[in-house]
């Protein structure tokens, strides 16, 4: 059993994107999955709703409040894999979800004030004494600035993916359709999400 919470204060980091991929991937390299939706925009509640017309393989649950800890240990004992997309701010229920995990993903778009954001999630994660791993996300081609910003992060003691994830039309547009990227014909998204999966899966075991 393993709690990934993807979790980021900043807004628009795609952290819905990435914990939809991510649980379809998981899924398909033999994992049980839950999902759990504990942000008030609901977005991954949604493309759940969506996907559950075609099939049902990942379970699901939208909760806030108390019950958060209780639901994702519930998830956990029936689950190979719970992923939890937590609210953009340091709120009880993302305190919550960060205590819970196994690994926290930190997604981290090429610029100073998606790093700038990352500490109260790393301060939360310190003090719970869980695992972080940065990715950076909505990466575009030949991004100089990324590779700058790798280095900074690191430096300061934080562990990066090295996988990156690119700004990809097609990771917003799968998920219309309640499906991943990885579930269509192969492409550079669909190798970068599996690559992703494989590194957090490398790291929980």
């Known amino acids: 059993m393993a709690v ?21 991937a998981f899924r398909q390299a033999g994992r049980t999955v ?58 009880t229920e993302a305190k919550i979800a960060i205590s819970k995990a196994s690994l926290v993903l930190l997604p981290v778009q090429p610029s100073p004030m998606d790093v700038w954001a990352t500490q109260p999630t790393l301060d939360l994660a310190a003090k719970e004494k869980v695992p972080v791993l940065v990715v950076m996300n909505r990466v575009p081609p030949r991004s100089s600035l990324a590779d700058e910003l790798t280095e900074t992060i690191s430096a300061m003691g934080v562990p990066v993916a090295e996988t990156r994830i690119g700004n990809r039309v097609s990771l917003a547009s799968a998920l219309m359709s309640g499906r991943s990227v990885t579930e269509g014909h192969r492409s550079r998204a669909s190798d970068e999400i599996r690559a992703l999966a494989a590194e957090v899966l490398a790291r929980i075991r």
């Open 4 to 24: 990934v919470t993807v979790a980021q204060q900043k807004g628009g980091a795609g952290k819905t994107t990435l914990a939809a991929h991510l649980a379809v």
């Open 34 to 91: 839950a999902t759990v939706d504990i942000d008030p925009q609901g977005s991954l509640t949604r493309w759940h709703e969506i996907r559950a017309e075609h099939m049902q393989d990942i379970d699901h649950s939208r909760i806030q409040g108390w019950r958060t800890a209780q639901e994702v240990d519930r998830l956990s004992r029936r689950h190979d894999m719970v992923v939890i997309d937590s609210p953009p701010h340091a709120e």
